[in-house]
Each structure stands twice: as C-alpha cells, then as structure tokens.
C-alpha cells in the first residue's frame, strides 16, 4: 500500500481520536469510551503503522536498528501500555499511538512529493523526445513513431518541429533552438555536415538529415541516464550518516529507558507520565531528517546541472569538488577551437605540402587533417605510400616512391641534418603560438609546415573566472613548450607543462596531487587516462565517447566557461548537504532534552503526538532546504572580483 493512502487511513480514523482529546476537558466523550479509541487505534496500528513494525523486526533479526524501529517502538509501547491501562481503570493514550503514525506518515507524504518535484528534472528531460518523424521510404517521406525510426534513415524537419533522433544535416540549413538539451539559450545555426541533436527545436529552414544515433544511443537518453544514476548514487558524506544512524538509535533508546526511570524511580512521577516523556523521546529522535539530508541535495543539484548543460554523475564527485587545489586543462580542442588550420609552409609548396599530405593521408591527428584539407584546398593529390608507420609524440614515418619520408617535430628527427634558418623559422612560428612540423624527404629536411590552432573566444573568461575562485591553473600538453607557453599567455594560464606524450598525462596529473585535489579538464581518448586518475574528471561534451565515459563531469555545450559553473553547481549542493545534516542533528539536540521532561517545571513539554508533527515538519524542512537549491545563484567568482 503506497505510503500516501496508508496516511488517508490512519487521518480518517485518527480525527475522532484527535476530537475526543481537545474536548475531553469539556466532558464530552466518544461513544462507546476506552472501547471505541481501542478499535480506531487497532485499525491504525495494524495499516498505517504495520510496515514500521515490519520494517523495524527485519533490521531487529539482523541486529540493526534504523529509523521505523523508533517510529515503531514508540507506537507499539503506547498502544499496549494502553491496553493495560484499560484493564487496570487507568487513563489511557490511544490517541498518541494513532497520531503518531498520522504524523510520521504525513511527514513521508510531503517527503514524497518534493523528491517527486526534485526529481522531475528527469522526467521533463524524457517529455522533451519527439513522438514521430518523417522519414523518407520508397522516394518519400512518411510519418512514423520514432521507435521504428533505423539508423541512416534520412529525416525531413520543418520549422517549428522538434528533430527526432541525433543525426547529421546532408540537404539544408536551419537555425535550432539547443536549450532544452545543452542549455544553451541562442538558437544555434545549423548547415550540411553539422550536427543535429534530438529533442531540440527547429526555428526557421526546413532540412534532411541522417540519424546516426537512434534510441538509447541518442545524446537525450544518455543525459537521462546519467541523471539517474547521480540522484540515486551516494556522497561518501552519506556513509558518515549511515554510521551515525546505526549508532544513534540504540542511544536514543537507551536515553528513553533512562527517561523513563528518571521520572518513575527518581522523581515519583506516575508509570504514565514517565512512559509519556519516554515515547516523546523515542518519537522527536527518529532521524528521518538525517535520512534526507544527501538524497535530496543530491537531487536537486544534479537535476539543475542536467538543466544547464552540466552532468554530475554521482555524488563522490561533488565532494572532491569542494577540496579542488588546482584545475589542469588539454590544450587542443579544450582550451583551443580543435581545428587546426596551416597557416605557414616553408620550402617548396606544391612538394612539402605533397610529401606531408601523403604520409598523413591514413592519420586521423588533428594536424593532419588540417594538412589534408590545405592540400585539398590546393588540389593535390597525396600519393600511396608503403610501410606507413605512427611514432607517439613524434610523427609519422613511411615510404614514398623508394625514398622514406617523415613528418614529425624534432624528437623524429635525429638523424637528420636541420638548417639553421629552419631552426630561426620554426622558433619564430612557434613564438606566434604556431605549431610547427618538419617534412623531410631521403635524407633531408624538405621543408616545414606551421599549423595553428586559435584559443576559443571564451577561454579567457573561463581562465580569469577559476583564478579569481583562487584556483592554480595549469595546461597539460603535447605541443612543445614555445607554443604552449605563447597559448597559455593568450588566455591566462598561470603554469605550461609541454612535450608530454600522451601515455604520460595521468603521471603528471599524479605529480600535482601531491600539492592537492586536481580537476583534469579534456575532450580526447588520450584524456581519458588523466581524466580517470584525477579528483574530478571534466570531459568536454564535444569530445570522444571514451573521455566522456572516464569524466565524472560532462559539460555538454562543450563551453569552457562551464567549468566554472560547473564547479560552482557541485559547491552549493554539498554545502547544501552540510546545511542539511547540520540542521537535523541540532533539531534531535534539541528536541530530545525537551521531550524527556527537562524543561517541565518552566512548562515546557512535548506529548509523542506533538513530537510526532514536529518530526515530520523537521523533515519537510530538509526536504524544502534542497529543494531552494533550483532558486540559488550560480555566481561566477570572476564577476564578483
């Protein structure tokens, strides 16, 4: 029975209970007496309150206590000490039992209903799928369920439709509103071989693309995924609660027998006065708050981040974030656009841009793509070559028309001989933040390619925003030092770490824990390594499915500023889990000297029926504290300084 019509039971059958107590005074009764409070209770105890008692006996035969053995403990004892009550003429308490339960269950009630709202982050993000799609079938378009859409069909989207599937654009142009999945709030334009992502919106042309991603492959589904595994994983924080719960029921047990003895052995107090205080005891200690402290944080943060583009994927992140000493970023495609355009060849054109274009033809590097595209651009074609082989850091070595060949920076070029106006060239380029190849051809050095890769226009926002948190940040990469150096001034870098191959990352990453907790920022497979072995890994949205897999942070706009966001989101939410904890410790603190009777001479007391509501407002208070977490201000540190 779902805990929301168990609270309708026991409301209905406790409201005369409640009426008879507050006009007892008056000399107005129940029909029917002891009798009738006996049945309504009985009803109560075995619906309302029979899973707090099942609850309570399974942790008992396992030798633990959690929070229903309290619940329960402090129900049963005043149901059946009632019972003897009404054997022996005395007067009884019924209605605490019943009210009790009312109060604990209306509790949970709200307790449901604003996980449910903190939670709904996930079940907006899944409204936001298209039913249907037109897919083009036997040379025209049809509507069908998206569930039967197949990867490589071709989609017609008109304006003012949502795009159904991931895909890319191949007839057409559009601007596409992205907010809804990567938060993004300016509609993004959208031309052939871009991108398209499903759930977001068309605005203005109408365009057919190719779905490559279909059902939970889609980047949608894997936001939805990764949600729900965040707001159902745990902080570390949340094993100290765990270890605090199991130890303080069976205290708060102990203070109630001590409550009790107190009152009837020491201070001559009736057995039902002292047991009064007893089971306010047991009642106002029930930790439920303590309970809600993490998983709803958890929650709330965790579905605002999924709103704005940043997806935390468990609560250990968000811990480690709040310790982060130094923040280390890739440079190509994290820092930089990740396109590298050539901007320079020295020697003779047509042959150096002939020789590089040929051996870089099976690479798939970044700069060898930027080669590609200007030898394309210059109509020249690369020729077949044999024994093509990549070095790691180095370059690439192969055979063309019976000479080798290389393209590589100066750790492949040892054995050959380097002119020395080359070597100026190349010092100069570099210092223009130019990453420079040498192309060689037999047993000379040809000529050399310069190649660059410009920071992204909010890199050094991003930068100034995390330095100003009073964050060291540092540039791990594979460009030698001239260049990295010449980028990091660019944009703002306080430390370059050049030439590291890319096995080494997570060696370097490892040698800046020692000075504290490191984020790794990066986007490609050799991240990945650094971004698993880091405190936080933060794996750029654009990046490999690899880097995404290994970040704890995924940063779906691919936006650098996020970072900062990012970190800021992470922040609040664990302080909002401090705040939590904090508050319902100090509510049992408090509360429990009251309920045992301390203050009774000032006249000031607590029945288990008060104790009961204020538990359950304690509660909501938690519950409400995490939820004011979707109207705090992500402020960039940057801005305040």
Not at 294 to 307: E, H, I, N, Q
């Amino acid at each position: 029975m779902s805990i929301t019509k168990r609270f309708w039971i026991a409301l209905i059958f406790s409201l005369p209970l409640l009426a008879n107590m507050v006009l007892m005074p008056f000399g107005i009764m129940l029909p029917g007496g002891d009798w009738t409070q006996l049945v309504l209770t009985t009803i109560v105890m075995l619906v309302a309150a029979g899973p707090f008692i099942q609850s309570a006996w399974a942790a008992f035969k396992k030798h633990h206590a959690n929070m229903d053995t309290l619940v329960a403990i402090g129900t049963v004892t005043a149901y059946v000490y009632s019972l003897y009550a009404m054997m022996t003429d005395q007067p009884v308490f019924f209605e605490s039992a019943a009210l009790v339960t009312t109060f604990v269950l209306l509790g949970q009630v709200f307790e449901e209903r604003m996980r449910h709202n903190a939670s709904n982050a996930v079940e907006k993000l899944v409204n936001l799928q298209a039913k249907d799609a037109e897919v083009l079938r036997d040379d025209q378009f049809v509507k069908m369920p998206i569930t039967e859409v197949a990867l490589n069909d071709v989609i017609r989207v008109k304006p003012g439709q949502k795009i159904p599937v991931d895909g890319v654009i191949i007839k057409g142009s559009s601007s596409i509103d992205e907010s809804m999945v990567t938060g993004e709030s300016m509609p993004v334009t959208k031309k052939v071989d871009d991108q398209v992502i499903g759930a977001t919106m068309n605005s203005t042309g109408t365009f057919l693309f190719k779905a490559n991603k279909i059902g939970e492959q889609t980047m949608l589904s894997q936001i939805v995924e990764l949600v729900k595994k965040a707001q159902n994983s745990h902080a570390p924080i949340q094993k100290l609660t765990d270890k605090v719960s199991d130890i303080f029921v069976p205290v708060v047990l102990i203070l109630a027998i001590l409550t009790f003895l107190t009152w009837f052995v020491f201070l001559d107090a009736s057995v039902a006065r002292a047991l009064i205080f007893a089971v306010s005891v047991v009642v106002i200690a029930c930790p439920c708050a303590l309970g809600l402290a993490t998983p709803t944080a958890l929650m709330v943060g965790t579905g605002r981040g999924a709103k704005m583009g940043i997806l935390i994927k468990n609560g250990e992140v968000l811990e480690a974030v709040n310790d982060v000493k130094t923040v280390v970023f890739d440079k190509t495609g994290t820092i930089t656009v990740g396109k590298p355009q050539v901007t320079n060849i020295v020697g003779d054109e047509a042959q150096v841009l002939k020789v590089a274009a040929s051996l870089e033809a099976g690479s798939e590097h970044p700069l060898a793509t930027a080669i590609l595209a200007r030898a394309k651009t210059e109509q020249i074609t690369p020729s077949d070559v044999v024994d093509f082989e990549a070095i790691e850091g180095k370059g690439v070595t192969a055979r063309l028309a019976d000479q080798q060949g290389v393209v590589g920076n100066h750790k492949l070029l040892d054995t050959f001989k380097i002119d020395d106006e080359l070597v100026q060239t190349e010092t100069r380029l570099q210092n223009e933040a130019k990453t420079v190849v040498f192309v060689g051809l037999g047993d000379r050095i040809i000529g050399l390619i310069a190649i660059q890769d410009t920071p992204k226009t909010t890199s050094t926002e991003a930068i100034a925003a995390l330095r100003a948190r009073g964050l060291k940040t540092v540039m791990l990469t594979g460009d030698n030092q001239r260049v990295a150096e010449a980028v990091a001034q660019q944009v703002g870098i306080d430390e370059v770490i050049a030439d590291v191959l890319p096995g080494d990352k997570a060696d370097h990453v490892q040698q800046l824990q020692r000075d504290g907790k490191v984020a790794f920022v990066g986007d490609g497979i050799n991240d990945a390594p650094a971004l698993t072995i880091a405190d936080v890994g933060i794996a750029m949205g654009s990046g490999t499915d690899i880097a995404i897999d290994a970040g704890g942070i995924v940063l779906v706009k691919n936006d650098l500023r996020d970072v900062d966001r990012a970190l800021a989101l992470s922040q609040k939410t664990f302080n909002r889990i401090k705040l939590n904890l904090f508050w319902a410790f100090i509510y049992n603190v408090l509360g429990i000297p009251v309920a045992a009777g301390v203050f009774f001479a000032l006249g000031f007391t607590l029945s288990p029926e008060l104790a009961g509501l204020a538990m359950a407002f304690s509660s909501l208070s938690v519950v409400t504290s995490s939820v004011l977490l979707n109207r705090a201000r992500i402020t960039k540190k940057s801005q305040l300084a």
